[in-house]
């Protein structure tokens, strides 16, 4: 039996960090709210490491299992919704190489794509609103405005996708009060004159920001969407953020929630997939 109605997933990179995966689940079932349709949180890779004990007994869904499964059961229509800010290369070059693999073995099947968070060259404006609004709640919970704002993002060694978190701090200075300097960094770089474009890392940005200052208020705002190694509880960033005010007396870092977080994100995620439905 074929069955015609697509079958959407809402796809992520994935991790082995059980609140990833917990996160993803949110999204996919605000995302069904908001959108009428049923959503599948499924990652790329990853997650499908994490013990069932940490996941409610519901194991984790990976791309290539998950898809081969509905092949199985007749599905031949599916849309993939990228929880990704930019055309990485898990969407460019993972996703297509598994889709050549289940073609040989189930024969042709559809799969449409649909658009990342910000598309470029028009970007995606929302996505700096998001950050603007939780940089708010930061110096609400300080009490007064920062000094700088931190835009931090995994880093990566494609420039279309740093692009995007360039595009976000150029907006998102559009929002905050005049006088409050936006820096950028990032969590990974690779090793090489060649990933310049990346910027500095999150440790390096933090101890120029703090040169020549007694007194600093650093918000640390989060382009990333699920918690994970660097992103949440557990996660890096609040290390380096705690080890920089523990070797610069008078900085104070607020970290901001997580994209996945805001309700906006749920309307970017409904526009793009009304677009391809």
């Not at 939780?134 to 000094?147: I, L, M, Y």
């Not at 992103?231 to 705690?242: E, S, T, V």
Request: with cysteine; aromatic share 4%.
């Amino acid at each position: 039996m074929v069955v015609s109605e697509p079958v959407v997933l809402l796809v992520d990179n994935g991790s082995s960090r059980a609140a990833a995966t917990r996160a993803l689940r949110d999204v996919a079932q605000r995302l069904s709210v908001a959108s009428g349709w049923p959503i599948s949180p499924v990652s790329l890779q990853h997650a499908d490491k994490v013990p069932l004990s940490e996941l409610d007994g519901v194991a984790a869904e990976v791309l290539p299992a998950f898809l081969g499964k509905q092949l199985e059961q007749g599905r031949r229509r599916f849309v993939v919704l990228p929880l990704f800010f930019g055309r990485s290369r898990a969407l460019t070059g993972f996703i297509p190489q598994q889709l050549e693999l289940l073609t040989q073995r189930f024969g042709a099947f559809e799969l449409k794509q649909a658009a990342p968070l910000s598309p470029l060259p028009e970007g995606e404006p929302r996505l700096a609103r998001i950050l603007a609004d939780h940089v708010q709640q930061c110096t609400e919970t300080a009490g007064r405005n920062p000094d700088r704002v931190i835009v931090v993002d995994h880093g990566s060694p494609i420039p279309q996708v740093t692009a995007v978190r360039e595009h976000v701090a150029e907006v998102l200075q559009t929002y905050i009060p005049a006088g409050i300097a936006i820096d950028q960094a990032v969590m990974e770089k690779r090793i090489g004159a060649e990933y310049d474009f990346n910027g500095l890392l999150l440790t390096e940005q933090l101890a120029a920001a703090v040169t020549g200052r007694n007194r600093l208020l650093v918000v640390v705002a989060m382009l990333f969407l699920l918690p994970g190694r660097h992103a949440g509880a557990g996660g890096d960033i609040a290390d380096i953020c705690r080890d920089a005010e523990v070797s610069h007396p008078g900085l104070e870092v607020r970290i901001s929630p997580l994209v996945g977080n805001h309700p906006l994100l749920i309307d970017i995620l409904k526009e793009r997939l009304d677009a391809v439905l």
